[in-house]
């Protein structure tokens, strides 16, 4: 049972097997992003064509961004992928009531912030020009990540995808159009569009300062009996390896908190960390924050690792947590996450909140 200002029973982890076997291969984003483009109808091409020319015009300041279609940014999360670069899974809302049917075209452009700036568009209509009368292909700026998507959208309007990038300050562009039509009707309107734009600080998880990846707050963490094929991974960036993960920050009283990170730079004794993680919850009331409960220290060490743990090979250190949540009142809440690592002396605390619903 569950008490305030006590210390709560916890009946069961994630599987430690799993969540260190699940980050020990290659970025399974970075595979989504290797995979040949599949060829595009014409309608598919002038979509492409549209939405590539709006986020241009919009970036260099001589369009204003359309809003037809709300789109706004969901959330983020930062793992560290296995060629030290980050994996980053993420989430937009795209207002589903403005769309005419559900399809639509989406664009996502990542620009890299310490790239050089495009030239102007004069400027570079006229290099394009002389590009023309030396028979070479018009000069275009090259992105981290560039990608298009035909795609259904859910009718709560939330688009999840997945990009692997190098430490560094970016700036998201994801643009969404209703889909062309071969033969529109007379006077038919044009097809709405939106734009989002999103700065993005990306993290560098290679540092030897202890650190974790964001700390995902989800309603279920599932086994799988395969990994996903490529397109798979595209359609579902939370799943890691054979591990797939329901990020939810507004969980049911009936359901379960599931939490779930991985801690970084922490130092070895014969290959093995020394860890403590801490678990504290607070409740926010009208009064303020207050202390609810916590679990008992979860040690993550050479007894209660799996033996087949091992840095060199790639595994990743998790911190898990699964907590039922029918002693939690309805309401909002922190938890205050303490990882303490016992060989260097070292502590981080990290938080995430959540709201338990009915």
Not at 6 to 29: D, E, F, K, N
Not at 195 to 209: A, G, H, I, K, W
Not at 214 to 229: C, G
Not at 308 to 337: C, K, M, N
């Amino acid at each position: 049972m569950v008490r305030k200002r006590g210390m709560m029973h916890i009946p069961r982890l994630l599987p430690l097997a799993l969540a260190v076997a699940s980050l020990s291969a290659a970025s399974p984003a970075l595979v989504a992003q290797q995979q040949n483009p599949p060829q595009r109808s014409q309608q598919e091409q002038r979509d492409i064509q549209t939405l590539v020319q709006l986020v241009d015009a919009v970036s260099t300041g001589t369009q204003p961004a359309p809003t037809d279609i709300g789109v706004s940014w969901g959330s983020n999360h930062f793992v560290k992928s296995g060629d030290g670069s980050t994996y980053i899974a993420f989430t937009v809302a795209v207002d589903a009531g403005q769309l005419g049917m559900p399809d639509a075209a989406v664009y996502l452009r990542v620009v890299d912030k310490s790239a050089p700036a495009p030239a102007p568009p004069a400027e570079q209509q006229q290099q394009n020009n002389r590009n023309r009368n030396q028979q070479q292909p018009p000069a275009r700026p090259i992105y981290p990540i560039e990608n298009i998507y035909f795609i259904d959208v859910p009718a709560a309007g939330t688009v999840s995808r997945a990009v692997v990038l190098k430490p560094g300050e970016y700036e998201v562009f994801v643009a969404v159009k209703e889909p062309s039509v071969a033969e529109p009707a007379r006077n038919a309107p044009p097809p709405k569009m939106g734009l989002l734009r999103q700065d993005l600080s990306v993290p560098d998880f290679t540092q030897p300062d202890l650190s974790t990846s964001t700390v995902i707050i989800a309603s279920a963490i599932e086994p799988l009996d395969m990994p996903l094929t490529p397109q798979q991974q595209q359609e579902n960036p939370y799943t890691f390896g054979t591990m797939r993960v329901v990020p939810d920050l507004s969980l049911s009283k009936s359901g379960e908190l599931q939490v779930l990170f991985w801690i970084y730079g922490t130092q070895l004794a014969n290959g093995k960390p020394d860890v403590v993680i801490d678990y504290n919850f607070y409740q926010k009331t009208a009064e303020g924050e207050k202390y609810f409960n916590k679990t008992a220290p979860q040690p993550l060490n050479a007894e209660t690792l799996p033996p087949q743990f091992d840095v060199a090979a790639g595994h990743q250190l998790p911190g898990s947590l699964v907590v039922p949540l029918q002693s939690f009142p309805i309401g909002e809440y922190r938890l205050e996450i303490v990882v303490t690592d016992k060989l260097s002396g070292k502590m981080l605390t990290q938080s995430a909140t959540f709201t338990v619903e009915a």
